[in-house]
C-alpha cells in the first residue's frame, strides 16, 4: 500500500464520510449512501408506466407527456433522512448522486428517452441564498449528467417569495404558487421535450403551477419526475 493510500484510510478512519441515508460510516469506494442502503432504496418503478400514482395526480390539472417519482417517501424513513439531508443540512451531493441514479433508469425507458433538457423548480432568490442552494437544481444536475442532455437554470424563475408549502392543505398550496412562475426566454425552450424537476411530490401543486407556465412556449412538451413521492 502507497503512503498516500495509508494516509487517505487513516483520515477516512478518524473523519468517515457517513451515509446520508442511515449515518452509518462508508468505506471505500462508496459515496453519498452505503451499499445496504443503495441496495435497499424504496423504488417506485412508475417510470416504467405511464398511468402510474404521479401521473393521476395532474389528470385534469395540466396535461404532462409523462410523470414519475423515484422512490417512496414514508415519515421516519431513509428517504425521508435522504431529503431533509438534502434540503437543510448542505447536503447536496445527495441531489446529484440519487438524480443519477434516477436519470440512468430514465435513460433506459421509452418515456422519457426523448428528453432534451432538464429543467429544476426555481427557488426564490431570497431563499436560495438563505439555503445556499437550489436543491432541485442539483437533482437536476444529476439527472441530465446520466442522461446525456442539457439543464437549464436561469429560464424558469420564481416571481415572488412565498411562504413554506409543508403545512399547508392541497387547495393552499395551489394558491400559494400559482401564477408565481415565469419563462423569461421561451424562445430557447421552444419545441423542446422538457423534464421538470423536483424533490418531494405531495399535492404536485408546485409542479403544476410551473408546467402551466411551461406549456405556453410554442411546441414544448413537458414531463415531470420528483426524487420522492409522499403517499397520502
Same mark, same amino acid.
Given at each position: 500500500?502507497?503512503?498516500? !493510500?495509508?494516509?487517505? +484510510? ?5 473523519? %468517515? ?46 396535461? $404532462? ?12 424513513? /431513509? ?13 447536496? @451531493? ?12 430514465? /435513460? ?11 429543467? %429544476? ?5 431570497? /431563499? ?43 387547495? !393552499? ?16 425552450? @421552444? ?7 423536483? +424533490? ?15 406549456? /405556453? ?9 420528483? $426524487? ?5
Amino acid at each position: 500500500m502507497s503512503l498516500n !493510500s495509508w494516509l487517505i +484510510d487513516l483520515f477516512g478512519l478518524l473523519f %468517515p464520510d457517513l451515509c446520508a441515508a442511515c449515518g452509518q460510516p462508508l468505506v471505500r469506494g462508496e459515496k453519498v449512501i452505503c451499499m445496504g442502503c443503495h441496495y435497499n432504496l424504496p423504488r417506485t418503478d412508475f417510470h416504467l408506466f405511464e398511468d402510474n400514482p404521479v401521473s393521476r395526480i395532474f389528470y385534469g390539472r395540466v396535461h $404532462l407527456e409523462a410523470a414519475t417519482s423515484y422512490l417512496f417517501f414514508n415519515k421516519g424513513g /431513509k428517504v425521508q433522512h435522504l431529503m431533509h439531508q438534502l434540503k437543510y443540512k448542505k447536503n447536496k @451531493e445527495v441531489g446529484t448522486y440519487i438524480g443519477k441514479l434516477l436519470g440512468h433508469d430514465l /435513460k433506459k425507458d421509452g418515456l422519457f428517452q426523448h428528453t432534451q433538457v432538464v429543467v %429544476p423548480v426555481p427557488l426564490h432568490p431570497k /431563499k436560495q441564498r438563505i439555503r445556499g442552494y437550489n436543491q432541485s437544481e442539483q437533482i437536476a444536475i444529476g439527472l441530465a449528467e446520466a442522461m446525456q442532455i442539457s439543464y437549464s437554470t436561469n429560464n424558469l424563475i420564481r416571481n415572488t417569495f412565498t411562504e413554506t408549502q409543508t403545512k399547508k392543505s392541497r387547495y !393552499s398550496r395551489w394558491e400559494n404558487v400559482s401564477g408565481k412562475f415565469s419563462v423569461i426566454h421561451p424562445e430557447k425552450l @421552444e419545441g423542446k421535450n422538457v423534464l421538470l424537476v423536483d +424533490d418531494v411530490l405531495t399535492t404536485g401543486a408546485t409542479l403544476e403551477a410551473c408546467a402551466q407556465e411551461l406549456i /405556453k412556449v410554442k411546441g414544448i412538451k413537458v414531463s415531470v419526475a420528483t $426524487l420522492a413521492y409522499a403517499q397520502a
